[in-house]
């Protein structure tokens, strides 16, 4: 089984509407976690760090469930431009090992 | 300040040959890292270094060394090149290990 799965999609959503996804891991020791973006044929980015009480940044707000082990991401008011993958990205206390999710894309369309 | 910068940005290698991939930074971070991208399978770690003179394996590690000599450079070298190593080659840097600047990749083909 792989440590962080997620749903790949697409996920193809008209320009304005929401969208949300979930990513599970494996490990219950897992200790933090964060959603990159990553552009077609481009480098990952950091889009968000999650938090244990949830949070939010602009348009996107990413929740954290420890008890059955799922982070997700949602998009309100979709945006062309948010067309990526989003990488779901777990690691573990005192270790520097980050496990990567395969990625789920999104498709706004006009 | 460039960030994280990879060369080449393309290659292509016969089953056999060797070469290195660069990766160097420019923010001082201590902690740097490369990783391998294959379709529906997420970035994999080959190897890691906490800072200058410091290396250790990641998932994927068989068939790549790497050095870091200094803070700033991570090569990767692959030993003997073979066809299941056609991927795209990502190099990261990061002050804490947690949040990942990458480099824009290098894209590598073995025939």
């Known amino acids: 089984r792989k440590e962080v799965e997620q749903d790949p999609g697409p996920f193809n959503v008209p320009e304005g509407a929401t969208v949300a996804f979930n990513c599970t891991y494996s490990?219950?020791?897992?200790?933090?976690f964060f959603w990159y973006r990553q552009d077609c044929r481009k480098e990952p980015k950091l889009l968000m760090s999650v938090y244990s009480s949830g949070n939010e940044d602009g348009r996107f707000t990413a929740q954290l469930n420890r008890a059955s082990q799922y982070i997700s991401l949602l998009i309100r008011d979709s945006k062309l431009s948010d067309s990526a993958t989003y990488l779901c990205?777990?690691?573990?206390?005192?270790?520097?090992?980050?496990?990567f999710g395969a990625g789920t894309t999104v498709t706004v369309r006009a | 300040n460039a960030g994280v910068t990879q060369t080449p940005k393309f290659q292509v290698l016969k089953t056999g040959q060797s070469m290195t991939l660069q990766c160097a930074q420019d923010?001082?971070?201590?902690?740097m890292s490369w990783y391998r991208q294959d379709p529906g399978m997420g970035l994999r770690l080959i190897h890691y270094?906490?800072?200058?003179?410091?290396?250790d394996q990641g998932e994927v590690p068989n068939g790549y060394n790497v050095s870091r000599s200094t803070t700033e450079d991570f090569p990767l070298r692959l030993l003997s090149a073979a066809p299941s190593q056609t991927s795209v080659y990502f190099c990261a840097s990061s002050p804490s290990g947690n949040e990942q600047y990458f480099g824009p990749g290098t894209r590598l083909t073995v025939t």
């Open positions: 990205v777990v690691t573990w206390a005192n270790d520097y090992k980050l496990s």
């Open positions: 270094s906490v800072g200058a003179g410091i290396t």
């Open positions: 923010m001082n971070h201590e902690y």
């Open positions: 490990n219950s020791a897992s200790q933090s």
